[in-house]
């Protein structure tokens, strides 16, 4: 039987995500969630833009929802908000693409995104909302936590650490054995040789500490 689950997001992630679950048959996207009241009565590839977070405890008696997934950039926003939907008793739902590679023995967390053409190798562990973006690749033995974000491109070398809310941009290799901190940035394209600390912004080819963002998790 399929269940009733909605994207909360309804920007270029959801869209992405959408595809993602619409080849999966054992969920029914019913609709997105987003609280930009021009996006509402969208539809967005056939799906509808069914209202905001204040609305959702109604759709969700109304439309029987039981699942959801969190399809948003902000790490600390989608954080909560994976929050909110577990306290809402919604299940937060995996979208993994059908030619996304997982190692068989990966573990992976609740509310996971990992899109077309990414690749995890064996013995990984992910956290819970967690996005391994299109074709990032995870080698073998990484720890991946919670709500951090793996930008399209990421290369992570093996035995690598990536603490929560830390986001991997886009195209940034990042070598073998590296530990990086928890709300950490690391930007598009960097190359990251040594470890990094918590909250900090790195970038550049070696990668070197741009600023310290004093943030409490996340962006
Ligand atoms: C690093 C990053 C977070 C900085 O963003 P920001 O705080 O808005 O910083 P700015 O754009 O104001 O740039 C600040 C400085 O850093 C430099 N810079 C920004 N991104 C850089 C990068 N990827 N590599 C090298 N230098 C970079 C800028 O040239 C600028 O230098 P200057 O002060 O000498 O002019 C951002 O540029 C980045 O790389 N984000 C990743 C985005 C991504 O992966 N997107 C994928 C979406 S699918």
Redesign the pocket.
């Known amino acids: 039987m399929q269940v009733n689950i909605v994207i909360i997001g309804a920007g270029g992630h959801g869209k992405v995500t959408l595809d993602i679950l619409q080849y999966d048959t054992s969920v029914e996207v019913i609709g997105f969630i987003d609280d930009d009241e021009n996006s509402h009565d969208k539809i967005i590839s056939g799906v509808p833009v069914l209202g905001n977070m204040a609305a959702l405890p109604r759709l969700i008696q109304e439309k029987r929802i039981e699942g959801g997934i969190i399809a948003l ?1 902000n790490r600390k926003v989608r954080a909560a908000l994976f929050e909110h939907l577990k306290e809402m008793g919604l299940k937060p739902v995996n979208a993994v693409h059908p030619r996304a590679v997982i190692a068989k023995n990966v573990r992976m967390g609740d509310g996971v995104m990992i899109a077309a053409g990414a690749i995890i190798n064996t013995d990984s562990i992910i956290g819970d909302d967690v996005i391994i ?1 299109t074709g990032a690749t995870i080698d073998h033995d990484n720890m991946i936590g919670d709500h951090v974000n793996i ?2 491109g990421g290369n992570l070398g093996g035995a690598v650490t990536v603490k929560a809310y830390t ?6 290799t990042v070598i073998q054995n590296i530990s990086i901190g928890e709300g950490s ?1 690391i ?4 190359a990251i040789i040594s470890d990094v600390p918590d909250n900090v ?1 790195v ?2 080819v070696p990668g070197r500490i ?2 310290a963002d004093k943030r409490e998790k996340g962006t």
């Open positions: 950039g973006n930008q399209p986001e991997v941009g886009i195209g940034a940035t930007a598009a394209g960097a912004t970038v550049g741009f600023r």
